[in-house]
Antibody, heavy 117, light 107 residues
Framework: QVQLVQSGTEVKKPGASVKVSCKAS????????MHWLRQAPGQGLEWMGI????????SYAQRFQGRVTMTRDTSTSTVYMELSSLRSEDTAMYYC??????????WGQGTLVTVSS | DIQMTQSPSSLSASVGDRVTITCQAS??????LNWYQQKPGKAPKIMIY???NLETGVPSRFTGSGSGTDFTFTISSLQPEDIATYYC?????????FGGGTKVEIK
């Protein structure tokens, strides 16, 4: 069965970086693009970008350009999302989600990132 | 960016009631719209894709309709397990964007 397992809770200081992982299993890792999204506490969903695990190409939402980097490791079927220059507004639950056609069909369990001094 | 406006932001209905949520796009998005259900503390779950297609395993009481700028999501007979927040999402353009969500509660 398809599973996306994300890394654990992170607490960071303003200005720091965070790197969240998402380990895929139960399917061919390189056959499906992976999205990253986030959800601030009590708020709605925000799309951050997408990575092609096959070639590593990426596309980021304009508002995160220059601060976000998505990478993958095909040997471990893991994708990563690194966000730099963290500020309090980046406090959120971060999700990876697999792309099937034009929808998110499987999601990770979420990684809570808290940015606080 | 395409703005997605959902209404209402919350609703309270009785078990067995018909529940309707609307989503309006700021420009024509054809039928490039999905609906997700999110229960507290959980990741979202795809319910309807391409505006009107029921995802495998989702009960048939959930339906979606619409095209262009105006879309509707309906629960024909509300069940206790349907308590959640529902989001529409467009994929006509990047950035992919979501509506603000509709929280559905039991009266």
């Amino acid at each position: 069965q398809v599973q996306l397992v994300q890394s654990g809770t992170e607490v960071k200081k303003p200005g720091a970086s965070v790197k969240v992982s998402c380990k895929a299993s139960g399917y061919t890792f390189t056959s499906y693009f992976m999205h990253w999204l986030r959800q601030a506490p009590g708020q709605g969903l925000e799309w951050m970008g997408i990575i092609n695990p096959s070639g590593g190409s990426t596309s980021y939402a304009q508002r995160f350009q220059g601060r976000v980097t998505m990478t993958r490791d095909t040997s471990t079927s893991t994708v990563y999302m690194e966000l730099s220059s963290l500020r309090s507004e980046d406090t959120a639950m971060y999700y990876c989600a697999r792309k099937l056609s034009n929808r998110f069909d499987f999601w990770g369990q979420g990684t809570l990132v808290t940015v606080s001094s | 960016d395409i703005q997605m406006t959902q209404s209402p932001s919350s609703l309270s209905a009785s078990v067995g009631d018909r529940v309707t949520i609307t989503c309006q796009a700021s420009q024509d998005i054809n039928n490039y719209l999905n609906w997700y259900q999110q229960k507290p503390g959980k990741a979202p779950k795809i319910m309807i894709y391409d505006a009107s297609n029921l995802e495998t395993g989702v009960p048939s009481r959930f339906t979606g309709s619409g095209s262009g700028t105006d879309f509707t999501f309906t629960i024909s007979s509300l069940q206790p397990e349907d308590i959640a927040t529902y989001y529409c999402q467009q994929y006509e353009n990047v950035p992919l964007t979501f509506g603000g969500g509709t929280k559905v509660e039991i009266k």
